[in-house]
């Protein structure tokens, strides 16, 4: 039996804090005015994508003790900016990529609900769990929470969350007029949950929301964060693009949802992903190598490779050999507030020059080959074919897409690629559904299983 087409998931990523964002382009705009979110998010609805995705930086970076302004740096909270982005547009699903380490069950439950209430169905929550104490340093003194822990305790936070949606069931508002009784349900809002982590109980305030439960993201790759994702997300934000490797990662995290009881397709894989355009392949592999050194100058370059040597190499020649230095991982940290991507340094420095060798790579050659990143090149037909090969041969089931262009990067992608899509048949023409579960093809959630009817009417307060 052949397998089904499938529908391609697409979200847009505004960028943020990254080398990626050409903040200096004559074209781009603002990273923090309302006109820059409405733009991209209305481009995205045009191009009757899924949902618009924001993600979160709790830390300003550091490089030697000094605000690290290379690149865009500061951003307003998400959930405003979500809530704002509601009132603009009809359709589109709005996800925002907000801390569980940080951040109390209660008050983000209530936060979610509401911007679901605002949108109409529409909200969505990646829940990540930060990977410094550096960040942690923002919120809680001295102290930070080891791996596990964070997993404990985003996994306990969402349980929690859930306890807190499900607490009203879907009818528990009567609004009766004639009757003068304004609630069915004489436990609306009644919760208890009691963990390790958060040992909470009371009355909600937040009426269930059209959801019932905001769409569920994770982002995140260890093994407790696989776990994590397949046993109670609804989507992982993945940061895998080669085909064999997220085949296995796809394969991996089903696996995982089934032994967990959830059927295996319940967990929805979206790795990020960047594109380039051109009107022939050779113009398209031009434009991206001019934004690709744009995105690593020099001195960028030796930033980036800071991140992994760990030492100062604002003195090495960008377009020189790489440096002569051993990295120094148990030193200090130059850079604070940004990933470190080598678990062994050591090692990683090695494979580095081997490579630089072999290719005769420059420091600079050498970090955009390493740190450039542009999956998609080509006509928008290249694009559009590789797009959805890469989905219809479960390396994901969609994309979560950015542009190093803000706000108008996007405009491109939908007045060229998305209409190949729509004609392959892998992507809508218009919605259907109304609410962003229904646009993902995701279940409404269980509602609240023990509705308690009734309290009494309250005469007096019919006039
Ligand atoms: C694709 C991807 C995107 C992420 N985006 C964010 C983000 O926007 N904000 C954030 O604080 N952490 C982000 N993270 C970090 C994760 O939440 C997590 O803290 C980190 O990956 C460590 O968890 P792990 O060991 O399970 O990978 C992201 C991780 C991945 C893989």
Not at 138 to 155: P, Q, S, V
């Amino acid at each position: 039996m052949s397998k089904p087409h499938k529908q391609i998931i697409l979200g847009a990523y505004l960028g943020g804090v990254n080398h990626h964002t050409l903040w200096s382009d004559p074209e781009a705009g603002s990273q923090i005015d309302f006109a820059s979110f409405r733009h991209a998010a209305q481009t995205a609805e045009r191009g009757r994508f899924d949902f618009f995705f924001l993600a979160e930086g709790l830390a300003l970076r550091e490089r030697l003790g000094l605000i690290f302004d290379q690149d865009v740096v500061g951003r307003p909270d998400t959930l405003p900016v979500l809530a704002a982005l509601a009132a603009v547009t009809e359709h589109l699903g709005l996800i925002g990529t907000i801390n569980a380490t940080f951040n109390e069950p209660y008050e983000l439950a209530r936060q979610l609900s509401s911007l679901d209430h605002l949108s109409g169905g529409r909200a969505g929550w990646n829940v990540v769990t930060s990977f410094d104490a550096f960040t942690g340093a923002n919120f809680r003194r001295a102290d930070f929470l080891h791996r596990d822990e964070r997993y404990t305790r985003a996994g306990e936070f969402l349980a929690a969350a859930r306890e807190l949606w499900d607490s009203w069931a879907a009818d528990a508002v009567a609004a009766d007029r004639e009757a003068g009784v304004f609630l069915r349900d004489a436990k609306a809002g009644e919760f208890a949950f009691d963990g390790a982590q958060f040992d909470i109980s009371g009355r909600f305030t937040t009426p269930r929301s059209p959801q019932g439960r905001p769409v569920i993201l994770q982002a995140g790759v260890s093994p407790q964060g696989r776990d994590f994702a397949a046993g109670g997300a609804d989507a992982i934000f993945s940061p895998y693009h080669r085909l064999d490797e997220a085949q296995e990662f796809y394969r991996d995290i089903r696996a995982r949802a089934a032994r967990l009881g959830r059927p295996a397709d319940a967990v929805k894989l979206l790795p990020h992903a960047s594109f380039v355009l051109g009107e022939s392949e050779a113009d398209a592999i031009e434009r991206h190598r001019d934004i690709t050194r744009r995105q690593i100058g020099g001195r960028t370059a030796q930033i980036l490779l800071e991140t992994v040597w760990n030492r100062d190499l604002s003195g090495y020649d960008p377009d020189g050999p790489l440096p002569d230095v051993d990295p120094d991982p148990e030193g200090p940290p130059v850079i604070r507030g940004r990933a470190r991507i080598a678990e062994d340094a050591h090692r990683r420095v090695a494979e580095w020059r081997a490579l630089a060798e072999a290719e005769s790579y420059s420091l600079r050659d050498l970090a955009i080959h390493v740190f450039g990143r542009t999956e998609f090149v080509g006509t928008p037909e290249q694009v559009a074919d590789r797009i959805d090969t890469f989905v219809q041969q479960d390396g994901s089931d969609g994309f979560i897409l950015g542009s190093h262009l803000t706000p108008t990067g996007l405009d491109e992608f939908v007045d060229k690629v998305v209409p190949l899509l729509q004609e392959r048949g892998s992507l809508r023409t218009d919605y259907t559904g109304t609410t962003l579960r229904d646009n993902l093809g995701l279940p409404y959630p269980n509602a609240h299983p023990d509705v308690q009817p009734n309290v009494q009417p309250d005469t007096t307060r019919v006039a």
